[in-house]
């Protein structure tokens, strides 16, 4: 058990230094703290062949141990958090600032491989604000400006928002290097983002929209409206 959570938490502490201690702790802890569970269940008589006990309180040791983690990185990283957080390991660079309402979610699946949600200030004054309740499931927000998702939004995994061209589109090799354009992107009240879409430069998307999966948003979204696509295009209105 130790192995695997040492190969679920070995990308982020390579990236991000500061948790190497926290990610050493829980390797340590973690097989004393399974024992510790199963003679807890065995002294009550809980021990009996298919029962579910052991596996489920298993299961939410390690969510607990996940969600410890996630917060200590993310006070370690400065990042404001107003009431409760829900996820697991997420990746984070914060040079501006990130500010997230109650009760946000930043989920990583599985455990922070494969679809992993992270958060990028990439300048002092670029900010990232997600408000109450809005969930993000393996999704990437990179920020030179400011990103603001509001209440009661859901992502899906791959999701990737993105306030600016990473790079300049010109010839030269120096040039493409500089500094990129950038805008603000605005994502209203109870959006849902299909997986594996993109939000570009500059977007606002109206309350109660819905982006289809795998689209490319390149304008704003009115609100109360389904979309998708590549550029992405009204498909109907919501009732």
Known sequence: MSRLLAA?????????????RINSTLRDKLPGALTQVMASAGSTGKMGAGNQLIPLMIRKLL????????????????????GKIRGNNVHLVNRGRIELGNNVGLTSFPDGDMSRTSLSTHTPEAVIRIGERSKLNGTTI??????????????????VIIDNDSHPPVRDRDAR????????????????????????????IGDNAIVAAHSVVTRDVPANTLVGGNPARIIRQLD
């Open 8 to 20: 679920e938490t070995q990308e982020s502490a390579a990236t991000d230094p500061p948790l190497t």
């Open 63 to 82: 969510k607990s141990l996940r969600l410890f983690a996630l917060k200590l990185q993310l006070r370690q990283h400065g990042v404001s958090v107003k």
């Open 142 to 159: 990179h920020a030179r400006e400011s990103v603001t998702i509001k209440s009661w939004c859901l992502f899906g995994p791959g999701t």
């Open 177 to 204: 290097r500089g500094d990129p354009a950038s805008a603000p992107i605005v994502i209203g009240d109870n959006v849902w983002i299909g997986m594996r879409s993109l939000i570009t430069k500059g977007v606002t």
